[in-house]
């Protein structure tokens, strides 16, 4: 008896919401980048899971784009965030407000 | 002949010439080169003029085509030349005087930094001049006329380092500008009814068009009068013609006297078929005329400004035209046209000989007993003014004589024509008075500044010569025109044919054949000519000019015994009418009256404009819109704060609301 689909979209759901409230609420940057990693994978398995119970390869196919987009992503981000270091000492978003108008 | 479309090029070449090459003609040639293109000019028109005359009278009208100038649909212009009776009399008077004051200036502008300028300037100005008279049509008229307005203009102002010359300058320009607007929807109106601006065309075309004294005709010559008024300085845009006086004294004789002045009596004479079919109109001119006359006479009588008291002259006799052509009598105004040509560049170019002996002093009440240091410049000046004063035998007699009797005889004027004919008579005397009083304050009595008169001196024969010439002419000018009644007047048989003595100026013209020369005869069509003045009355024309002869020798007698014989009378005339000799002195206050009435509330409105609409509601208006911008910038500032989970948040809300819409309400 397979575990039905409700219960991955539950855990995705969950995991998603770990991630956002990582993203709001700490103040590191590099924590908040590994919610947003966070976010992306509960992205995949609600893409995984459906794609199992319907029997349907292109969820997988995108969980494949999905991911190689994220390691992308990391290697720009944590270079961003190396050389944010060294120009400003810190990664806390809270005392980094260049854009500020 | 078939050079006479050069007339107008030469004074042109001579002042490209002049113009371009201001830095490097050496000054003698530059003189010679302005001087011998007008010459040139003159002799060709005489030449041309003879061989006119050797035409029968139905082929004396010439048109040469230069180039089609405008061509648009309907509407099609060229620039072409019309020679014909009354453009070679016009023409010879502008070339003829105008070679006379170009040389006369070789003396007076002889020491003046500007001299090249001012001969190329007196060139072009030469060069409009001929192409007003000399157009075949409305347009290249008004271009010639516009093209005189703007040297006068130059030369006005020609000593710019005087704050008085360029104002004098700017305020001819701006009354003139009202008049020539005038004129501009007067040849609006023309085209607008007959659909063309040729003259030929225009005048073969009206009797059709127009109805003889209905409101189009009218108005067509109540805006040309217009202009008129502004261009030849009558009532109520006279203004502009004394303080022109500012400019050099031969311009004063060239522009404000022989020639730019008289564009109006031209124009008048040349669409004399158009105004003859609006006797309202005729009424006005001549009454504004007569009225003009009248006034500047006045104003004459009191000046003491040499070169004042011959602008108002100016303003004086240029009425005189206009009743001449109100009361229908084209040739008239024509004739004293020329007439006034000779005598008054011959005043003006004695008063600047007399200013240059007395070192630019121009105010007559420090001068006196010129006449010996300076004989020539005092007897041809005393010439021209017995022409001006109309004593017999001198030019301006015969012309402002035939002026009066038509006036008097006028069957458009009617029952007015007498009236006008009093105030013209009364005017008559003041001029006799005028004059001999400006003679006398010059040359006769005491020195009144030692100094001025000692060191005054007769003018070098550059200057004397053509005094001496415009002195002949001031004298046997008026042949040309003696009295009708006895039959051989050289004037009323040259002109006669193409203008009509009278009324009835519906002349017609037919084209004819275009040669290969481009050059096409006109034929003067039959025309029913001299109509008005058909039957004359010589007895009362004898009388007439018997009481205008009496008018001008008391005048004279009168204003010698002021002036000479009992120097002392002539302030307690002055002392006895105190107001009246205010009120002439102040010259009826219209330029006070213009300026409290046109010219303070323009300024006011003026500032107003500036201060109030401008300042405050246009800079408002784009400094408000700034503002504005302003404000909105700074309210949204605080949202882009810098924080990057304030971004994220208001992303997250952003897709939580666009999720839910598209949950709830978008999947419908």
Known sequence: MPVPVEYFQILAGILFAIGVMGVLFRRNLLIIFMSVELMLNAANISLVAFSRSLNNIDGQVIVFFVLAVAAAEVAVGLAIIIDLFRKEGTVDVNRVRLLRG | MDLFWLIPFLPLIGFLINGIGIKWVPKQLAGLIACSVVGIAFAIAVGAFLELRSLPVADRSVTHVMFPWIMAGQFNVNVAFLWDQLSSVMVMIVTGVGFLIHVYSLGYMKNDPGFKRYFAYLNLFTFAMLLLVMGDNFLLLFVGWEGVGLCSYLLIGFWYQKDSATDAGKKAFIVNRIGDFGVLLGMFLVYWNTGSLTFVEVFERAPAVFIAGAALPTAITLLFFLGATGKSAQLPLYVWLPDAMEGPTPVSALIHAATMVTAGVYLFA?????????????????????????????????????????????????????????????????????????????LFLGSGSVIEACHHEQDMRKMGGLRKKMPITSTTFMIGSLALAGVPIFAGFFSKDEILYNTFTSGTLGAIGPVLWVIGALAALMTAFYITRAVAMTFYGEPKDKEIHDHAHESPSVMTVPLMILAVASTVGGFLGIPIFMKYNVMHNWLGPLIGGGGHGAHGGDHGAVTEHGTTHLAAGPSDHGGGHAEHNVTLEVILMGISVAIALFGIVWAWQNYVKHPKRAEAMGARFPGLYKLLDGKWFVDEFYNAVIVVPIVGFSKFLWTVVDSEFVDGLVNGTGKLMRGIGSALRPVQSGLTPNYATAILVGAIVIMGYVVLGGAR
Do not use: E
């Open chain 2, 270 to 346: 040349r669409a004399s078929g158009l105004f003859a079919m609006a006797p309202d109109a005729m009424m006005v001119v001549a009454i504004v005329g007569a009225l003009t006359a009248f006034m500047a006479a006045t104003i004459g009588l009191v000046q003491n400004d040499i070169k004042r008291v011959l602008a108002y002259s100016t303003v004086s006799q240029l009425g005189y035209m206009f009743l001449a052509v109100g009361s229908g009598a084209y040739i008239a105004a024509i004739f004293h046209l020329m007439t006034h040509a000779f005598f008054k560049a011959l």
